[in-house]
């Protein structure tokens, strides 16, 4: 058995409210499913008793189930709890500047089928009626599906947690946009609305939440797709600062003269190392530059160009160890300013990690404060497992089952 943090799972007591001990329980079964009662008291380190009055008030709301009974060689066989992801689903939504991608997720946040996407229209309420459209029709297309739990969304802006109106997303154009209330209208569902980066980083904390070991958790996640979003998580919570934007480590000056950025300001780290910015230097054209591009341009995306690089195309390479410079300088100030213990980085910019990593590594090297913060510990994270959708998957459904972090 794994072992248990207790500083992470707090050993419940009398003075524990109810409503830690549920989460406790369902993070358990969750985390380690199908798993019994008696060793549920056993890791939570209470009285079985205490144990079963939690578990029969789960099971009567539907949110945990008993199944097979398991095998002991003494005594009566104990029955396994476990969560019934399968009828109840939430469906995940990533919002970027060229394109928008849905999924269903199981209760788990595990996609149940692959994502769709479809180009991405700036008006708000055009966006959201073709987004509700997309909705109704993946729900549709899976009948086995008896619930869904609700919308989560990731966008590449600064949100305003409690009202969740998106702030600014530069990308797109909007300030002060009330997706949640539109998408909800239009759906029907609860829909909870997330930067792309924080929502990245929670998903990756509620996965991982075991295995940090015995480090304080810190963790950064860093998306890089149409533009950079950064998600901070600090002893177990998002970092969302006063204003709602901190950890824009995207819009942090690498050059005072660089290029135009979509903020409005010049030599922003995203102007470097976004994948526009990746394929604008390819083509050996200017970032920012508007109007027609040439076909063979028009569609042509990061992903091809790494295919280029493994091709041996000189240009594709440098085009490519240019970003990597840049995405290991931006990492270094990551570094130094937060000191994290693990660094995730998310987009398509990762299929060629074998390739960019030791560009990656020397960067960081170059700019790290000490030697031992050049080797903080940066995981690439596949494009194939979705980060950005899993993280507005995690926005639905991590609450339910997030254990509280007690310092
Ligand atoms: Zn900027």
């Known amino acids: 058995m794994k072992r248990v943090h207790t500083s992470r799972f707090r050993v419940a007591t009398r003075g524990t409210s109810r409503e830690i001990n549920r989460s406790i329980v369902l993070n358990l079964v969750r985390e380690r499913q199908p798993i019994s009662r008696a060793d549920l008291a056993r890791v939570m380190d209470v009285r079985r008793g205490a144990v079963s009055l939690i ?21 009566r066989k104990p ?72 919308v989560g ?22 300030r002060n946009v009330n997706l949640r209330e539109l998408l909800a209208a239009a759906t029907g ?17 509620w996965a991982s939440r075991d295995d940090l070991g015995g480090t304080s958790g810190d963790l950064v996640f860093v998306s890089v797709s149409d533009g950079v979003g950064v998600g901070v998580m600090i002893h177990g919570e998002v970092l969302r600062g006063r204003h709602n934007i901190a950890g824009e480590f995207g819009h942090l000056p690498l050059s005072l003269d660089g290029p135009r950025c979509s903020c409005g300001s010049n030599g922003c780290w995203e102007a470097y190392v976004s994948n526009p910015a990746t394929l604008a230097r390819y083509f050996g054209r200017q970032v920012e530059q508007a109007g027609p591009t040439r076909v063979e341009q028009r569609h042509f995306t990061v992903e091809d160009l790494i295919a280029r690089a493994r091709a041996h195309d ?38 060629a990690w074998d390739l960019i990593e030791p560009a990656v590594r020397a960067a960081i090297a170059e700019r790290a404060l000490t030697p031992a913060a050049a080797e903080t510990d940066i995981r690439p994270v596949a494009s194939t497992e979705y980060p950005r959708l899993r993280g507005a998957a995690a926005l639905v459904a991590a609450p339910a089952f997030a254990a509280p972090v007690v310092a």
């Not at 939504?93 to 229209?121: C, H, N, Q, W, Y």
């Not at 055009?126 to 109704?136: F, M, N, P, S, Y």
């Not at 995405?327 to 299929?351: F, H, K, Q």
Request: net charge negative; proline share 5%.
């Open 314 to 351: 000189a240009k594709a390479s440098a085009a490519l160890e240019t970003t990597a410079r840049y995405l290991g300088l931006g990492l270094a100030s990551v570094i130094n300013v937060l000191d994290p213990a693990r660094v995730y980085v998310g987009g398509e910019i990762t299929l």
């Open 153 to 174: 969304v990731v966008v590449p802006g600064m949100v305003e947690h409690s009202t969740m109106r998106v702030l600014h997303a530069p990308t797109l154009g909007w």
């Open 55 to 75: 578990v029969n008030d789960l099971l009567s709301e539907g949110l945990i189930f008993e199944g097979a009974t398991g095998e002991t060689v003494r005594g």
């Open 189 to 205: 569902f609860p829909v909870q609305i997330e930067n792309s980066g924080r929502a990245c980083a929670l998903a990756q904390a």
């Open 79 to 150: 029955t396994f709890l476990y969560i019934d992801s399968r009828r109840r689903a939430v469906v995940a939504a990533d919002i970027r500047a060229s394109e928008t991608f849905v999924m269903l997720a199981d209760l788990l946040g595990k996609p149940m089928a692959g994502p769709s996407s479809f180009p991405t229209v700036r008006d708000p309420k055009e966006l959201v009626a073709l987004l509700a459209e997309r909705i109704k029709r993946l729900l549709a297309d899976h009948p086995e599906v008896d619930a869904c739990e609700g």
